[in-house]
């Protein structure tokens, strides 16, 4: 469960405030979550407070839950780093021993298909090669929620095949906020979606219909 | 995932901090790691000559009463240690930008895991000096008064902490702050008091002096050090006041700022 309390957030333009919340109250429920809006409505930016790496200008957001770093293309890692020693800090930052940090970083090189870029630094990356190595460190963790932007979108057919097929069997024992542009992947994974639009909220309990309201503000802002 | 207590996190980000700065320092590339520990025998060496020239040069029998090699070196650890504390705050939340993304990463981790590795370079170069110093026989290269160095050395730390984090809070809204130490750390090792000790100078220059706290800290370094040196230029007061002022300036800046230094 998540609790937004009247939740504002803004950035400061030169021509005055931009509105992404405007006095949001809202409890999310449990659930896989998908969340829609036209570019620059905030999907982002909603997903980095749930993260708790952006602050909303006013009001809280509260959850018991454990929730993921937001999973996008190329966040949360540093240039001049390797992408094993990125991974160590990881786990390092999450309190692993030895042997599981071991683990993971042997699965993360598996699950990337990196090969020798694994022991490069990542600066010399693909975003899309980043985005493999956050999807699979992500997967070697446990918790609540997986916050997820747009990172299946990465790699080749072959592996976003791949990486949703581990995604799908991952979300049996947890939860996802995904974001995306596809709305097959969408309907995929969540069953309820949140539509951000105009500095408001709106939660429907089915995604289709999540779907269909957004397609309705597509066509009125043609 | 289990919930962990808030010191357990901490420790935790810490540690993997310090092992990741540890880890950058070996593997960008080995002259860094050489450059490390030999710079400061470079620069002992270079003003032990200077000092040893001065001396022939002026022809007075000043031969000191220390062991110059040892007041060089406890001087100049010291200063260093401040120097590249200050150094690595400035630029500690721009080089790690990207690691708070990790929530449990806050900035000022950053700045403590810098102050430790800085504390723990140094603590081998200490070793390595006192190394060479016992196979070279060098006399008089025990400190005088090792528990007053130590809490000299820890009490530094502090004061380089304070200071640092106002500039790095500093340079990340305002850039001139990382240019200013710059230009300002060569002046600061001319006028620190490193290489000679007070008591040789005019006592209107050292009233001078005395306005620069870095000139308190190594003159208490050298009193606990040498023997035949003491602490009585340092005003114990005046280094407590520029401890506690820039650590409260610099945590009070740093409460009011950390949101947007994360999500900038």
Known sequence: ???????????????????????????????????????????????????????????????????????????????????????????????????????????????????????????TYSSGMKGRLGFGLSLAFDFDYMIIDETLSVGDARFKKKAKDVLLKKIENCHVILVSHEMKTL???????????????????????????????????K | MVARKPLHIFTAVIKALFLRELDMRISVGKSGLFWTFFEPFLQIFIFVAIRVAIMNHTGKSMATHYNLAVFMASGFIAFNLFKHILNASKGAFQANRGLFAYKQVKPIDTIFSRVLVEMFLSSIIIVIFLAVGFITEQDNLLPENPLMLFAGYIWLVLFSLGVGLVVAVGNTFFVSVGKFIGIISFALLIFSAVFFPLISLPSAAQDAL?????????EMIHGAYIVGLDDRFVDYRYILMWTVIPLFIGLWLYRRLEKRIISQ
């Open chain 1, 1 to 123: 469960m998540i609790e937004l309390t009247n939740v504002t957030k803004y950035f400061r333009t030169n021509a005055g405030k931009k509105y992404i919340l405007k006095d949001v109250t809202m409890t999310l429920p449990d659930g896989n979550i998908g969340i829609l809006g036209r570019n620059g409505a905030g999907k982002s930016t909603l997903m980095r407070m749930l993260g708790k790496i952006e602050f909303p200008n006013q009001g809280t957001i509260h959850s018991n839950n454990t929730f993921s770093w937001p999973l996008g293309l190329g966040g949360g890692f540093v240039g001049n780093m390797t992408g094993a020693q990125n991974v160590k800090f990881v786990c390092n930052l999450y309190g692993l021993s030895k042997d599981e940090t071991r683990e993971v970083i042997a699965y993360v090189k598996e699950f990337s298909e990196l090969g020798d870029y694994f022991d490069m630094p990542i600066k």
């Open chain 1, 187 to 221: 309907q995929q994974m969540c069953q309820t979606g949140l539509l951000i639009h105009d500095g408001q909220l709106y939660y429907y309990d089915n995604i289709d219909e999540a779907i269909s309201r957004y397609n309705d503000i597509n066509k009125k802002g």
């Open chain 2, 210 to 218: 005395l306005y620069n706290p870095l000139v308190h800290f190594m």
